[in-house]
């Protein structure tokens, strides 16, 4: 069931910013002091940290690419490897949450 929900919560996330342009990303997330761009950013490193310990192996930077569009595909990518490292369900339910929480602060 965890699996589906981050698959839910990402597709949510994706809807909200996917038609996003360069001055909607650059501008400063929702009661916070970074941009969105930076926001989604965290989140998908977030991801990728989860998806690095659940394969036992080491945490690596995910690059924070000069097109913020690419964001979403970034976020899809992680979210499917998370999936695919055979996470546990607490660890998918995390990152669902984790995706919640960016997707409301956006």
């Known amino acids: 069931m965890s699996a589906a929900e981050l698959d839910r919560a990402v597709e949510l996330l994706v809807r909200q910013v996917g038609h996003w342009q360069q001055p909607r990303w650059a501008a400063i997330a929702e009661g916070g002091n970074v941009s969105r761009a930076d926001l989604v950013h965290r ?32 976020l899809r990518v992680v979210a499917a490897d998370l999936v695919a490292a055979g996470a546990p369900d607490a660890t998918l339910a995390r990152a669902a949450a984790e995706v919640a929480a960016t997707r409301s602060a956006l």
């Open 43 to 74: 989140l998908v490193q977030e991801l990728a940290n989860l998806g690095a310990d659940a394969e036992g192996e080491p945490r690596r930077g995910v690059p924070r690419l000069d097109n913020d569009l690419a964001l979403v595909d970034q």
